[in-house]
């Protein structure tokens, strides 16, 4: 089965810039978008970034203009490029494939982003 694994969280200061990263063991890219999600305490996860099989890239209104997601199928992994990180940007963040704008794999362990006001 297709396992998902998260890293490239941390603890940075607001204005701040982190990398993540989200390995596949299986191939997941080849007929399905995948996306970004993030869950703070006491809220919903929420997606913040897709990408399709195709390569187009759509954003939650939050982190447009700050995020960018891409993918290297060789290496069967999406990035999420952070930039001007803000303390609501404060999660764990998980990847996941998406059929219809919904995630379709058991949740990887995610990565937890921290950011310091």
């Known amino acids: 089965q297709v396992q998902l694994v998260e890293s490239g969280g941390g603890l940075v200061q607001t204005g701040g810039s982190l990398r993540l990263s989200c390995a596949a063991s299986g191939s997941i890219y080849s007929g399905n978008a995948m996306a970004w999600y993030r869950q703070a305490p006491g809220k919903q996860r929420e997606s913040v970034a897709r990408?399709?099989?195709?390569?187009?890239?759509n954003y939650a209104d939050s982190v447009k203009g700050r995020f960018t997601i891409s993918r290297d199928m060789a290496k069967n992994t999406v990035y999420l490029q952070m930039n001007s990180l803000k303390p609501e940007d404060t999660a764990v963040y998980y990847c996941?494939?998406?059929?219809?704008?919904?995630?379709?794999?058991?949740w990887g362990p995610g990565t937890q982003v921290t950011v310091s006001s």
């Open positions: 990408i399709t099989s195709g390569g187009s890239t």
């Open positions: 996941n494939a998406d059929l219809w704008g919904r995630p379709i794999l058991s």
